[in-house]
């Protein structure tokens, strides 16, 4: 069978739908839905079936890729597993920090984390820095401590999570057997952040109106793509993650609704979001201010993401309240005496609002895109959509003397 495939055969493979190819001799064209065609070798080790993957295509040629399944035959026949082998070669290769994330990341939380992006960002942004390039074992307590101390006071959640990420990341190098001892594990949330309190921060409705009129009074410094963002926030109570990489295609504008995606969530679930007329208004302005991007919210500077990114609202907000990470000289405090917050509060004070209109409790969960508790979970499948328009309307129209004003 492999000598009756050719490289054109290979193309139309590739054109065609997502599947494995045969090629012969237990090699395997594998065409995934928008990612690079690969090559795989299935074979029988040990008396288990197993696979391997040789290279992507084109970097291997169809003939490279016969090469190094004839190759690898020859160590199955003489009682080497590849997968073994390459596995070896890979925990010899692991000698710095950089390293040991990497093995961690792609063996570890990529598989068991539904977000996986996020340990992955927290490692590049405040451990990379320390002591990516160190050796795992001349790694000290000291670098441990120096870490966590340089964020703790800014951000102390992150500098919890940080020492959580560190201390699972020297696990993982435990487990493998290259070092003996974890340089994070004698330090506690103490050391860190703090023992984290629960937030309950709340916008009234004076802070509100307060809040909007020094963004748009200071708009030039906030910026009206974050000043729409955070009045639609408040007036859906959708997720910050979920708003600042949405893209046009879930949005259908002429029945006044946006489809959030199944895995765009927080709980992983698809929802229909109905969207009241001022929320239209917004969007016919975001739509013409983006350019023509796919994204409601394109990135504004040269980034990695082609969306707004997850701390600008955060940044933004905090710059408001003469706080910015990074800035030796802070700016000035244009808040006054508004207690500081953060774009999750927006949502906390969706709910708070949802009930200061009388919006029913189940209805105002749904807006939020929780899974009811209990039995009623379980058996009321019934989405709202009618009560949660309702909802959002009498928010909306609430709130529209102050943000439109």
């Not at 487990?175 to 916008?203: M, Q, W, Y």
């Not at 030039?220 to 295609?249: H, M, P, Q």
Request: with cysteine.
């Amino acid at each position: 069978m492999s000598k009756s495939i050719t490289a054109k055969q290979i193309q139309s493979f590739i054109k065609g739908e997502p599947k494995r190819h045969p090629i012969g001799d237990g090699l395997y064209l594998v065409v995934r839905n928008s990612a690079t065609p690969y090559w795989m070798l299935r074979y029988t080790a040990y008396g288990k079936r197993k696979e391997i993957t040789l290279g992507k295509y084109p970097d291997l040629s169809l003939a490279d890729a016969k090469a190094d399944v004839a190759i690898k035959k020859r160590e199955i026949n003489l009682g080497t597993d590849p997968l073994i082998t390459r596995q070896r070669i890979k925990e010899q290769s692991i000698k710095l920090v950089d390293d040991l994330f990497e093995d961690w990341f792609e063996n570890d939380i990529a598989k068991r984390l539904k977000h996986p992006n996020i340990p992955k960002r927290v490692y590049t942004k405040d451990v990379k820095p320390f002591i990516g390039n160190i050796p795992i074992d001349q790694v000290k307590p000291l670098k441990i401590r120096e870490i966590i101390q340089s964020i703790s006071d800014a951000r102390p959640t992150i500098a919890n999570d940080t020492l959580m990420y560190l201390k699972q990341l020297f696990r993982h190098g435990i487990k493998l057997g290259l070092i003996d001892h974890n340089p994070a594990s004698a330090f506690t949330v103490t050391d860190a952040g703090g023992v984290e309190k629960s937030r309950d921060r709340c916008l009234t409705i004076d802070e509100i109106k307060h809040v909007f009129q020094m963004f748009k009074q200071n708009i030039g410094k906030f910026n009206r793509d974050n000043y729409l963002a955070c009045a639609l926030l408040i007036t859906l109570g959708v997720r910050k993650s979920e708003l600042c990489c949405a893209k046009w295609d879930e949005f259908e504008i002429d029945k006044a609704l946006w489809h959030l995606p199944e895995g765009r969530s927080k709980t992983g679930a698809p929802i229909t979001i109905p969207l009241p007329r001022q929320i239209i208004e917004w969007l016919n302005e975001l739509k013409i201010r983006s350019c023509g991007s796919d994204y409601v919210f394109p990135a504004r500077r040269v980034s990695k993401k082609p969306h707004m990114g997850d701390d600008t609202l955060n940044r933004a907000i905090s710059s408001m309240f003469g706080h910015e990470a990074g800035r030796k000289i802070q700016p000035t405090n244009l808040m006054g005496d508004i207690k500081p917050f953060s774009p999750h509060d927006l949502r906390r004070t969706f709910k708070s609002l949802a009930s200061s209109q009388k919006v029913d409790g189940h209805v105002s969960e749904r807006c939020l895109n929780h899974k009811l508790k209990g039995v009623e979970g379980i058996y009321d499948r019934y989405d709202y959509l009618d009560e949660r328009l309702e909802a959002h309307t009498k928010i909306a129209d609430y709130l529209e003397p102050i943000i439109n004003s």
